[in-house]
């Protein structure tokens, strides 16, 4: 039987031949008036159908012919349905698709993977628990599959943000991982990823960590390929969506929040003091090991897959901790990292890991791997450098006090600094930034190490609550709309305009809280005492009376203003409280703080924006606010219409555009 490729690169199938009946000749085959041959009965013909499914298949192996994803499908269904006989279906049973496990969901994200894994003892360790090596491989995978449905072509890992295990799963247990993309960018894309794990005799489900992965599609010979942009549906995925850009402008700093923190501290290595332990030397924890990279190992492009290098580099990171405890360490953290550069198949991966430093209950371990192609090169390629806190479990699941380090001379002393102020910023980020916004303290204490941290909490808290969808209109007047929003545990209001002014002029006036007072008549004074960054400022506000208080309110906010990253994003001011050591609270002021609240302006033409202006009401403020929500006040209106006219007064103002930053 011959298979024949069409012109556009298709398979043009051969129709089924009928069977040759013995005993009947050419003539009686061709002859209208000869009797007819016995038909295979119903119950034998899904069988043979299913053969010819399967020849059809071999032959494309056979010539190397790759088989379209919708024929595979088709031919696989038929071979399922081949092998069982039709079941009558019960009255009210609608008829499902040939081969379809359930019905799927009707707004489920195009870029959506799911994966489950059932954990085998050839997936644990000793302990009987999965190995968080294999956990990296199958959650690479996972996304990675998830960014190439939206990508339509290979993708390689390029980064991964923290890691934070929440639990152990052991043996039986089973591994849901969900991955979807977030937001393409110009060649790279954000994917995020949710794991979770579930007893199957109980039925009880646990979350396992959350991440984000940042993947950059490759076309011929390795060049980019800009992506297509991606168009959120749901109200979680525009959160995701327009938070994602806040995460991608983190991780870009990354680097610089490190060098900063260790250019102010000091340059000395003081070594901490433990009782009852003596200090081991680095130098024994050191692992060195090699791994030949093979075809299971890479992708069909033959690019090793990122997760088997997570994964190989987990396991000497492992041994290099277990040297300093003498037990079984558990992985609990894993370092933001991010690939330098491609491996391939044949190449010989070298992994080398130490001890940078020994905490109280926690240790870091530093890993890296290296690429070359030969057994006798000498060059090296730098492939990955990632930095994995192990903490020592007892009985009862407790951390184990740990045995101090004694840094190596030189290079192992700058290791030990870095890693004090790598947990510093690890601290940050998962109490400022990992937390539900609820969770965040008010004004939480600013300083250079967690300024990044703070920011992105600033700004991604205003666009969460942007992307709320059950915003309800409360009142309208003239040309001013007033929305509420109701939560558990706040009330939210919007309060929004269009006004004839471009969006960067309106960006750039309301970004400036040293003119606030000029529309505002609540405010009073906004002094600019800490210029952060162009994007970044914090103010001490001071605020009129409230009618229950006898001397006025204070406030330090801190200001973060971002431009649109794409087509379709608004300009964002984003005002959030924080504590700063040289502007405590005085007796003169009643301090005051504000938790989620500031501005995001859409350009509706080349001369008109819509004004918004957000604002999560505290305690405070709620009576203000609901009295103006049931239309007993005006004031709400009234100031907005000020900013209005204040806009419209300096929108061609050129000497206060230079002065405004």
């Known amino acids: 039987m011959a298979i024949f490729k069409e012109a556009g690169g298709g398979v043009r199938w051969p129709r089924p031949r009928a069977p040759r009946q013995p005993g009947l000749d050419a003539r009686a085959r061709r002859c209208p008036d000869a009797s007819p041959p016995s038909q295979p009965s119903p119950q034998h013909l899904p069988q043979m159908l299913s053969f010819f499914w399967l020849r059809c298949l071999l032959k494309m192996v056979k010539g190397n012919i790759i088989v379209p994803e919708e024929i595979l499908s088709f031919c696989c269904n038929g071979l399922q349905s081949s092998t069982s006989p039709p079941r009558a279906r019960e009255p009210g049973e609608r008829e499902e698709a040939a081969g379809a496990m359930a019905s799927p969901s009707p707004a489920r994200n195009p870029t959506e993977v799911q994966m489950s894994q059932l954990v085998l003892p050839c997936h644990t360790n000793h302990r009987g628990e999965l190995s968080t090596g294999q956990l990296l491989k199958w959650i690479d995978t996972a996304a990675c599959l998830s960014a190439e449905r939206h990508a339509g072509c290979p993708c390689v890992t390029a980064s991964m943000d923290d890691i934070y295990f929440e639990h152990t799963i052991s043996v039986g247990q089973v591994v849901n991982i969900k991955a979807k993309v977030n937001r393409a960018f110009n060649s790279s894309m954000e994917v995020g990823i949710q794991v979770s794990y579930e007893d199957l005799c109980s039925g009880k489900h646990w979350s396992i960590c959350k991440a984000y992965a940042t993947f950059v599609a490759q076309g011929p010979l390795g060049s980019k390929v800009r992506l297509k942009p991606l168009t959120p549906q ?42 009852g332990s003596g200090a081991v030397p680095a130098e024994k924890t050191r692992v060195e090991s090699v791994e030949l990279v093979l075809p299971p190992h890479a992708n069909h492009q033959g690019n090793t897959f990122g997760g088997q290098i997570m994964a190989w580099m987990e396991n000497v990171a492992t041994i290099a901790a277990s040297r300093l405890c003498h037990a079984h360490p558990t992985l609990r953290a894993i370092e933001m990292f991010h690939f330098r550069g491609p491996s391939q198949v044949g190449d010989r991966l070298v992994l080398k890991a130490i001890v940078n430093n020994a905490f109280k209950n926690s240790m870091e371990v530093g890993v890296s791997a290296e690429a070359y192609g030969q057994e006798m090169s000498v060059s090296r390629r730098h492939i990955n450098s990632a930095f994995m806190t ?19 001379p030189g290079d192992g002393e700058r290791r030990y600094r870095e890693a004090s102020a790598r947990k510093k910023i690890r601290l940050d980020r998962k109490y400022v930034v990992s937390c539900k916004q609820t969770e965040v303290p008010l004004s939480v204490p600013w300083d250079q190490s967690n300024k990044v941290y703070l920011s992105y909490n600033n700004v991604s808290a205003l666009k969460l609550l942007v992307a709320k969808a059950n915003w309800a209109l409360a009142r309208e007047k003239e040309k001013v709309r007033m929305y509420t929003l109701e939560e558990d545990k706040f009330l939210s209001f919007r309060i929004e305009m269009s006004v004839c002014i471009t969006a960067s002029r309106a960006f750039s006036l309301l970004s400036n809280l040293r003119r606030r007072h000029e529309w505002d008549s609540h405010y009073v004074s906004a002094e600019l005492v800490q210029k952060v960054d162009d994007d970044d400022m914090i103010y001490h506000v001071v605020s009129q009376k409230l009618r229950n208080e006898n001397k006025p309110q204070d406030f330090v906010i801190l200001a973060s203003r971002r431009k649109p990253c794409s087509k379709g994003d608004p300009y964002v001011v984003a005002f959030r409280s924080v504590t700063l050591p040289t502007h405590p609270a005085r007796a003169e002021f009643t301090r005051g703080e504000t938790l989620c609240s500031g ?50 007064k300096n929108k061609e103002d050129l000497i206060s555009q230079l002065q405004d930053f």
């Not at 995701?240 to 983190?250: L, T």
Request: proline share 5%; aromatic share 10%.
């Open 234 to 275: 749901t109200e979680e995925e525009k959160i995701e969506y327009s938070i994602a850009a806040e995460r991608r402008r983190m991780r870009l700093v990354h680097k610089d929040t490190l060098k900063d923190l260790l250019t102010r501290s000091p340059q000395e290595t003081e070594l901490e003091t433990r009782d």
């Open 390 to 408: 192990f903490v020592v479990l007892d009985q009862e699941g407790h951390p184990r006090t740990l045995p101090m380090v004694a840094p190596e």
């Open 599 to 648: 501005f995001c302006i859409w350009p509706e033409s080349e001369e008109m924006s819509k004004v918004a202006y957000y604002n999560q009401a505290m305690p405070g403020y709620l009576n203000y606010v609901t009295t103006n929500v049931a239309g007993l006040s005006s004031d709400i209106c009234s100031t907005f219409e000020a900013c209005e006219k204040f806009l419209l």
